[in-house]
């Protein structure tokens, strides 16, 4: 069955993505995909689609779209974000089937800054390299997602015909401790930058977008002479350029550059920070390798777990609130 | 703060990469560590390994901590550093026509002022380098090559252009580089080729290997147009 979206509004960097397209960095290709990936995977997981199904990654500037034709099931995971069904709120995170003539809005809520719509269907959109992912800055793939736009969804089915309600937004809400491991190029910093760095809190600057994040705070300045050639850059990477505020490299980082990189932000930590706000503060902790790698496996089992709690809570919001006589489920995850 | 450092060396990177250095200075010796050093990973079955990113003096080797940790990968790196050398890099020579005519070199009568040589002399220069592609970078399909001759090595302009055409020749310092999407850039444009380092409708859309060589030779105005017309 075919089902047609039509984009009343979208905000800027609003765009199609998906796990992304590694392995490309070597011919300066960076892996894009999805800014919050647990978030994205569980948005998938609610509608039982394969893991990787490209899905609509929601900016702060937010969407409204009307289905046009046919119907299809949707669901919504990521940041706090406020989503209403033809005026009636939606719990912060959940499934639901959108049917011709229903209009759905979503807003950013008290936190984060990305949420994930995902459907139950393929979205027709460009592939480039095995990956749906937008690549906003080369337009090699597609385009970021604009008013007007017609979004026809492939094969929608509509496996969840009343609304469900798919937990309390977690277990990632913004922290405000992110970890990293120091390095690659702490040798380009005095002893005393590197504990001001981990002393002072930073705030999340207005230059943040799907390619980094640049942080105020105590200004690191570089020591050494910078003489370094240019060298492959990663997720996470906290790069310090002249200005000396560090920049998050996110997932349509560069794939090269010579600037040096004071730490990086541990795998399991990155969709946290990708969640915080211009104006959010964070404070950096410092870990080990081996610890990194440990959370990161934890993290996973974590993450698994909330799946199949998912499923077992995958109870109908009518049916919920018949049991607990809540008066409304629109406030939950707010609590 | 900097202290001598023993090459090659392995830093890891948060819980996702160890990036193994060959030195601080870009050359051609380091290049070739950096080449045979990406080829024998790569050729190797390096469990839970990601990729491999070469640029002109180090290596990112990514991994998934799911499947392994830093200390195997780096222990499975270790042998490829300490085996002795047999391993030969595939490369591929590469003739490339490029069209210096006037309408297609903005930058070569500002760069023949600045380097006080003709633009004949230059188009000499540029074409008799021998290049090798170092690493890529900035942008998908942007193939960094090495070689630029001495005479016309020129550090990048002050002001970036806007929206540089693909296909665009440029140079600036050792490097030259052809564009593969309008990009702005600082670099001095002295041709247009009708070659295409990014082919969008292949499998492997990224003609150039790391490691590969280039030549680049002179096309008249005549054909250049002849040949984008076919395309």
Not at chain 1, 276 to 288: K, L, Q, W
Not at chain 2, 96 to 121: K, T
Not at chain 2, 200 to 212: L, Q, S, T
Request: hydrophobic share 40%; with cysteine.
């Amino acid at each position: 069955m075919l089902a047609k979206l039509n984009i009343k509004q979208a905000g800027p960097s609003v765009s199609v993505q998906d796990a992304g397209r590694p392995g490309h960095l070597r011919y300066g290709v960076t892996r894009s995909g999805a800014m919050d990936r647990a978030a994205f995977t569980i948005a998938n997981a609610a509608l039982n689609n394969p893991t990787s199904n490209p899905a609509i990654e929601i900016s702060l500037g937010g969407i409204t779209l009307e289905c046009t034709e046919g119907s299809v099931s949707l669901a919504i995971v990521g940041g706090s974000f406020t989503s209403q069904l033809n005026e009636k709120t939606l719990p912060i995170w959940s499934a639901f089937t959108i049917h011709t003539g229903d209009t759905l809005k979503i807003k950013p809520g008290v936190w984060g800054s990305w949420c994930y719509l995902a459907v139950a269907g393929l979205i027709e959109s460009p592939s480039w390299l095995d990956s749906y992912s937008v690549h906003l800055n080369s337009g090699l793939c597609g385009r970021p997602i604009l008013q007007h736009d017609v979004i026809s969804i492939q094969n929608a089915t509509t496996n969840t015909n009343e609304l469900i309600s798919l937990g309390e937004p977690g277990p990632w809400p913004v922290q405000n401790e992110i970890r990293v491991v120091v390095g690659p190029q702490e040798r380009y910093f005095e002893v005393v930058t590197l504990e001001n760095f981990f002393n002072h809190e930073y705030s999340v600057s207005a230059e943040y977008d799907r390619m980094g994040m640049r942080l105020s705070g105590c200004t690191l300045p570089i020591a050494a002479a910078l003489d370094m050639p240019s060298e492959p850059i990663s997720r996470g990477s906290l790069q310090v350029p002249g200005h000396g505020d560090p920049i998050c490299l996110m997932a349509d980082h560069h794939t090269a550059g010579g600037y040096p990189k004071i730490a990086t932000v541990i795998s399991a930590d990155q969709d946290t920070l990708a969640q915080h706000r211009t104006g959010d503060s964070i404070r950096f902790a410092s870990v080990s390798t081996a610890q990194a790698i440990r959370i990161a496996r934890d993290r996973a089992v974590q993450l698994e777990r909330a799946l199949e709690r998912m499923e077992l809570c995958k109870v109908s919001v009518t049916q919920r609130l018949w049991s607990n006589n809540l008066i409304s489920g629109a406030t939950r995850g707010e609590e | 703060m900097q202290q001598q450092q023993a090459y090659p060396n392995l830093r890891p990177i948060a819980d996702t990469g160890v990036l193994v250095e060959f030195g601080n200075v870009a050359n051609d010796e380091v290049h070739q560590l950096v080449l045979d050093f990406d080829s024998a990973v790569r050729k190797a079955n390096v469990n839970g390994l990601i990729e491999c990113v070469p640029t002109s003096t180090c290596v990112l080797v990514s991994y998934d901590p799911l499947q392994t940790d830093c200390d195997r990968v780096c222990e499975q790196l270790e042998q490829f550093l300490s085996a002795e050398h047999v391993d030969t890099v595939d490369s591929t020579h590469w003739d490339i026509p490029v069209c210096y005519a006037e309408s297609m070199a903005p930058d070569l009568d500002q760069l023949s002022d600045r380097l006080g040589l003709s633009a004949h002399d230059i188009v000499e220069h540029h074409s008799a380098g021998r290049y090798k592609i170092i690493m890529y970078g900035f942008a998908p399909g942007y193939a960094y090559m090495g070689g630029v001759p001495e005479q016309i090595r020129t550090p990048r302009k002050t002001a970036p252009v806007m929206n540089v055409p693909p296909q665009t020749v440029m140079i600036a310092g050792p490097q030259c580089l052809i564009t593969t999407l309008p990009m702005p850039t600082g670099w001095w444009r002295i041709g247009m080729t009708t070659f295409k380092p990014l082919q969008m409708d292949k499998n492997n859309p990224f003609i150039f290997n790391v490691g590969d060589s280039v030549e680049f030779v002179p096309m008249n105005e005549t054909d250049f147009l002849k040949q984008t017309r076919q395309h």
